[in-house]
C-alpha cells in the first residue's frame, strides 16, 4: 500500500480549516508547526506543511499526490493538477481596488494604468480579456499601500470582508475571480484507492457540515404536510409515539435554507423539534 503525500499550508489563513478537516476524515497526525512533515498513523499518509504558492507546483511535479490550496494560486501558478472536491472553506473575491478619491470611474479608464498586485498572472488574463493595457507591477506583500506611496493608481489583491481596503483609504472597484480552498491531486492518481478512500471521506464530512439533523413531533392528522417538507437523505424516518395519533419524525435539512424549513415545518403543525449537528454521511 502506497503511502501518500498531502501537502497544505504550514501557516496563513487556510492553515487551521485543512488541518480541521483531515482530523474531522479521522486521521490521526500531530501538527506540527516546527516540522514540515507529519506522518498519519491509521492512514497511509504524510502530511507536509508548504507555502500555499509551492503547493501547486508540488502536487503537478509529483513531489505531493494531493494538496489544499487555494483556487487563486492554482490559477496564477498555471499548475496542471486535477481538481477533485471544492472545500466550503477560505473563500474571497480577487478583487481590483482604486483610492476612495480616485476619479476612474469604469475599466476602460486602466488603459495605461499601473496596478500594483501579487497575482499578475490572472490580472494580465483578465485586462486581456478586457481589451485593457495597464502597467502591471508585481510586489509581494501589502499591496494595499501602493496607491498611497505613488507606485501604483490601483491594486489587484484578495479581498474577504474589505476591512482591509478601507483602512487604506481604497475601495473594490471590479470582481475578477471567486476563489476557496480546493483539495486538487496529481494527474496519475486518478485510480488510487487511498485517494478514493480520503476523498469519500472529505466529502462525507462536507455534506454533514452542509445539513442538519431534525426530529419533531406531529399528529398524524398533519403527517403528510410535514413529510411533504422533509426528503430527508432519502426519505424521513416515521417512528410512532406512546401518545395516540402521534408520531416522531426523523429528517435532515440542509443548512441553506434551514430557517424557511423549520418556519414551514411550524405552520404544518410540527412541534418539539430538536435539531443536532451531523458528524458524518456517508453515501
Known sequence: MKTLKIAIQKSGRLNEKSVEILKNCGLAFENYKSSLISTVTNFPLEILFLRDDDIPEYVQDGIADLGIVGENVIVETKAEVDYL????????????AVQATSTIQNLEELNGKAVATSYPVILEKFLTEKGIKSDIRTISGSVEIGPGLGLSDAIFDIV??????KSNGLKPFADVMQSEAVLIGNKSIADNPEVAELLQRIRSVLSAKSNKYVVLNVSKDNLQKVVDLLPGVKSPTVVPLFEPNWVAVHSVIAEADFWDKINNLKAAGAEGILVMPIEKIIK
Open 85 to 96: 472536491q471544492k472545500l466550503g472553506f477560505g473563500k474571497c473575491t480577487l478583487k481590483i
Open 160 to 165: 474577504s470582508t474589505g476591512g482591509t481596503l
